[in-house]
């Protein structure tokens, strides 16, 4: 993938990663980057051209991939975390993590699969997590939907990959970002999580371990999963 030259949209891209991502691809030379949020408020990133978007509504998901016409990247960065377990939490709660991290991922990806392919294929970038292949109490519901969203990242794919379309899947531990404000562990500075994205990107990687959590947590998945969680917890 080229992104020098390239037209990107960013979802989320008010704070946080998603505003990291908007900065380093216009440094890259992107020729265009698209940035929304569900406000549409412009960003202090010069160059960037908002755009209004709410990922579960599918009509604003439909106006914005006719508004973008011209893409040839996209990032999928929006994403919610209420803390809610599958069990005990609210079942609403419960579906509204899966509604925006899986369902609202897919519109996305659903509308702006043919524009990739009008404009030569380009790539799709799915911001996911190392909660993709574990789980924690607190955490179900949100480590549900990354999961499902790992799994439809593997499915799209091989399902774009006819029109040439590369599909990068972002995997990272807890990033210095509001997004894990209530977290007291060690944090990735977002900088190094978009650093990290727009690098393997470059080199056609099918996916990206930001951190070493994330690649201890995927390496871990051979072992038995009673040792993962007793060391997990332990540690």
């Known amino acids: 993938m080229q992104i020098e030259g390239s037209v990107a949209l960013v979802t989320g891209s008010n704070r946080g990663i998603g505003?990291?991502?908007?900065?380093?691809?216009?440094?890259?030379?992107?020729?265009?980057?698209?940035?929304?949020?569900?406000?549409?408020?412009?960003?202090?990133?010069?160059?960037?051209?908002?755009?209004?978007?709410?990922i579960?509504?599918?009509?604003?998901?439909?106006?914005?991939?006719?508004?973008?016409?011209?893409?040839?990247?996209?990032?999928?960065?929006?994403?919610?975390d209420f803390h809610v377990d599958v069990v005990a939490g609210d079942l609403a709660t419960v579906r509204r993590e899966m509604e925006v991290n899986y369902f609202g991922t897919l519109s996305v990806v659903r509308a702006f699969a043919p524009v990739l392919a009008r404009n030569g294929g380009g790539a799709i970038v799915n911001v996911l997590s190392a909660l993709s292949w574990f789980s924690w109490p607190g955490e179900g519901a949100y480590a549900a939907a990354k999961a499902a969203?790992?799994?439809?990242?593997?499915?799209?794919?091989?399902e774009l990959a006819a029109q040439g379309t590369h599909v990068t899947g972002v995997h990272v531990?807890?990033?210095?970002?509001?997004?894990?404000?209530?977290?007291?562990?060690?944090?990735?500075?977002?900088?190094d999580v978009a650093r990290a994205t727009l690098d393997g990107l470059a080199s056609d990687a099918?996916?990206?371990?930001v951190d070493k959590w994330s690649?201890?947590?995927?390496?871990?998945?051979?072992?038995?999963?009673?040792?993962?969680?007793?060391?997990?917890?332990?540690?």
């Open 206 to 209: 099918p996916e990206v371990l």
């Open 215 to 235: 690649a201890d947590i995927k390496a871990a998945l051979v072992r038995d999963p009673g040792d993962f969680y007793a060391q997990f917890s332990a540690a």
């Open 19 to 54: 505003r990291h991502y908007v900065e380093q691809l216009i440094e890259r030379g992107a020729a265009k980057v698209y940035a929304t949020s569900r406000n549409g408020r412009p960003i202090d990133v010069p160059g960037a051209v908002p755009l209004p978007l709410e």
């Open 149 to 158: 969203a790992w799994s439809m990242t593997n499915s799209i794919r091989l």
């Open 173 to 191: 531990g807890a990033v210095d970002t509001d997004f894990s404000a209530g977290y007291n562990g060690p944090k990735v500075d977002p900088a």
């Open 56 to 80: 579960t509504d599918p009509g604003s998901v439909s106006a914005v991939a006719e508004a973008a016409a011209d893409v040839t990247l996209l990032v999928n960065n929006a994403g919610v």
